[in-house]
């Protein structure tokens, strides 16, 4: 289990650091565009082009949060008891 930490680690690192000099490279920032773009053709770009990777994305964002709200819940007896009686000794 620790060495699967370990390389979830590193290839976390090392994802950063592709990621890092892809964005940093100079080829991406030489040329310049002299079209202007409007929210227009940002909305177009994101329900159009972007639609379906935004739907799972949005899917497994709410995955994640279900999973969290599962993972937070207290179900141990005295809170349980709580719960069902309104902090009132029976």
Known sequence: MRLLSILARVGLVFLGAVII??????IVWEGSSDEVL??????????????LPLMALGFLMAMAMVGAAYLVRDERLINL????????KQ
């Open 21 to 26: 000099s892809a964005v940093s490279a100079d």
């Open 38 to 51: 409007t929210t227009g053709d940002l909305a177009s770009a994101l329900f159009g082009d972007w639609a």
């Open 81 to 88: 008891e709580w719960e069902l009686n309104g902090g009132e």
